[in-house]
């Protein structure tokens, strides 16, 4: 009996995904618990349930995989979250030159009309 690797996607209600648990043939499939080893024909099944039941359009709701592709699966998202963790942990930006003030940008003398009124 060949068996293949699914989970529930994870919760994202932005990108539709919306399901956190769902029962099949007596498997209660939760988001949080991560994989569930299946035989081949509860797999194809699963491959086609949508995140809203009926709407064709709505976002899948299983990652159907092999186990090599789950883990590869597995990884990239460990590799976005550390990705992610890292940008949250940034350092004080300093600006590389000094600032330039509205003195740095007046000819030397003054020159000019400034401040100069005419009658």
């Not at 709407?55 to 990239?76: G, I, M, N, R, W």
């Not at 976005?80 to 930006?93: L, N, Q």
């Not at 003195?103 to 009124?117: C, I, M, V, Y």
């Amino acid at each position: 009996m060949q068996t293949l690797l699914v989970r529930l996607k994870p919760y994202d209600p932005r990108r539709g995904c919306v399901l956190r648990r769902f029962t099949y043939r007596g498997i209660k499939f939760h988001e949080e618990r991560g994989w569930y080893r299946v035989d081949k024909e509860v797999a194809e099944y699963l491959r086609g349930v949508r995140q809203v039941p009926g709407d064709k359009h709505a976002p899948l709701a299983f990652d159907v995989c092999t186990e090599a592709e789950a883990q590869a699966l597995d990884a990239e998202h460990e590799a976005a979250a550390t990705t992610r963790k890292k940008a949250t942990e940034a350092s004080v930006a300093t600006p590389e030159a000094p600032a330039v003030t509205t003195d740095d940008l007046e000819p030397p003398g003054g020159g000019g009309r400034r401040g100069a009124r005419s009658k």
